[in-house]
């Protein structure tokens, strides 16, 4: 009788797993641990967004109105990631959304007033949400600064004085500082403690006033943990931005116009990408700009990806119904599960040297070490990041939360600013919604808690054994890393269970 031990099978490959006939979704699906030989530290999150541009981190933040403006931008490219400006407004204002987020190099970015010294400051609403009125010879941003107004000053002269005939010039503060739009956190910091200034106006390369950053400013940020080096810059110094665009006719002027305001990548906005009309547009934004990459989607499955690559596709968007505020699954029985989905995109587009981005159901780190072991290069996020500072859009109060607005661009309210071309629906009759509005509660700012979501990132690669995003998706495509389903059971076991209460907490 031969009594050898079989070969060690623990688990299943990918290819079997999702070859089963079922849509899984990132909780379904669990990895096995494989072997460490490396600090979590070591681990590399580098990785390409498309063929052409690499970022530090593989995070990037959605085109939704309720997320991706300058600020997030701003943020994002700062933290080694991406943001997508979205495209539910005019292609003037989108274009001032790229210019705004690379026209600093530090994640900071204010709405600010300017008034020429004749005006007259009527009451406290007049500061909007500045702190300070930057006071120029003709009152725009194009002119020289001669100055500032602080709102608690002009509170303080206001309450002590009766005399509605002040100007500006009154209560003017001269000596203002100035620094070039390049400056660094750092640099700022220097010329801060320098001058013994309460702020610094950022000026272009052309000599416009495009913002300030005050001493505030600047503390705070250095209370978050502490930012990449580098972050996400582009060739010209700048931070990198990507856009998005639909693909009507009209959206070639706004790809001009975007293009104009320097934006690093564009992205095809759309909930099904396999259509003649994204095709089509792939195609004449590769020949009008080749040097642009173009990221097409949504996909969920190979035929999909298939042609898209085939037309010249830069980088591929995965997701379909997915979202935390999408029900394209529940009204249009049309989708996949998003785990299943990555999957089977990633297997046929690494051959084409086609990055992956995996779009939506992103909804803690563990679904990001997920999405990227099973191929992805990058992870979307909608909800993760809405209801942060950097988001779009103010704070309220419901039921004593602190929260913020966070719609989907398929929600009917979002449709009325033009996102129904996303659905192909802006020339039909009758809308019908393909997602919801909600709010999300404060999260305080992406510079504060990204940093931690990418270590439990890292740590979750190292206890599957691979020390890069790269190094995953070998393990995964050799058969060395393995997967199981998890049972409804298997599933609240693996979370927390059995207390009465609990506060959750992860830093």
Excluded at 217 to 223: A, P, S
Excluded at 315 to 336: D, F, P, Y
Excluded at 412 to 421: C, I, N, P, R, V
Aim: charged share 20%.
């Amino acid at each position: 009788m031969d009594l050898t031990p079989p070969p060690i099978e623990d688990g299943f490959t990918a290819e079997k797993l999702f070859n089963q006939g079922f849509s899984y979704t990132y909780d379904d699906v669990i990895f096995l641990p494989h072997y460490i030989d490396f600090p979590s530290d070591a681990v590399n999150l580098s990785t390409n967004l498309s063929r052409n541009l690499r970022l530090s981190v593989p995070l990037v933040a959605s085109p939704m109105d309720t997320v991706s403006e300058s600020a997030m931008a701003a943020a994002m490219a700062s933290l080694g990631g991406i943001a997508i400006i979205h495209s539910n407004t005019t292609a003037a204002v989108q274009a001032s959304l790229v210019r705004a987020a690379k026209s600093r190099r530090v994640p900071i970015l204010h709405d600010p007033v300017f008034l020429p010294p004749s005006a007259e400051i009527i009451s406290i609403d007049d500061f909007a949400d500045s702190p300070f009125i930057l006071v120029t010879e003709s009152g725009d941003s194009k002119s020289n600064l001669l100055g500032y107004v602080s709102r608690e000053n002009w509170t303080n002269l206001k309450t002590n004085q009766s005399d509605k005939g002040y100007r500006v010039r009154d209560y003017l503060v001269e000596s203002p500082v100035t620094v070039p739009w390049s400056y660094d956190l750092a640099k700022i910091d220097e010329t801060l403690n320098e001058k013994k200034a309460k702020f610094v106006g950022l000026v272009s390369d052309d000599s416009e006033l495009v913002d300030f950053v005050s001493r505030e400013d600047v503390e705070r940020v250095k209370g978050y943990p502490k930012l990449l080096a580098k972050g996400s810059v582009g060739a010209n110094g700048e931070w990198m931005v990507g856009a998005a665009i639909g693909t009507r006719e009209e959206d070639k002027e706004r790809l001009e116009q975007l293009v104009k305001a320097g934006v690093n990548v564009v992205v095809l906005d759309s909930s099904q990408g396999n259509s003649i009309y994204q095709l089509e547009m792939i195609k004449y934004v590769k020949k009008v700009y080749p040097e642009i990459d173009v990221i097409g989607g949504n996909v969920v499955t190979m035929y999909q990806a298939e042609n898209l690559i085939q037309a010249g596709v830069d980088g591929l968007r995965v997701g379909m119904g997915s979202g935390s505020i999408c029900t394209t699954q529940e009204v249009c029985a049309v989708g996949r599960g998003q785990a299943t989905a990555v999957y089977k995109v990633s297997s046929i587009a690494y051959k084409s040297g086609v990055p992956v981005i995996a779009d939506g159901g992103i909804s803690n780190s563990g679904h990001i070490v997920k999405a990227l072991s099973l191929g992805a290069s990058t992870v979307m996020m909608g909800s993760f990041l809405a209801g942060s500072t950097e988001a779009p859009g103010a704070y309220e109060y419901q039921n004593g939360q602190r929260v913020k607005k966070y719609r989907g661009m398929g929600s009917l309210e979002a449709m009325t600013k033009g996102s129904d071309q996303r659905y192909l629906g802006d020339t039909t009759k009758l809308k019908i919604a393909q997602g919801v509005v909600g709010a999300v509660k404060d999260k305080g700012s992406v510079l504060k808690f990204i940093p931690y979501t990418l270590q439990a990132v890292k740590q979750g690669f190292q206890d599957i054994g691979a020390n890069s995003l790269q190094s995953a998706h070998d393990l995964l495509r050799s058969r060395v890393l393995r997967l199981e389903v998890r049972t409804g059971a298997a599933q609240v076991e693996g979370g927390i269970h059995g207390l009465v209460s609990y506060e959750k907490k992860y830093y």
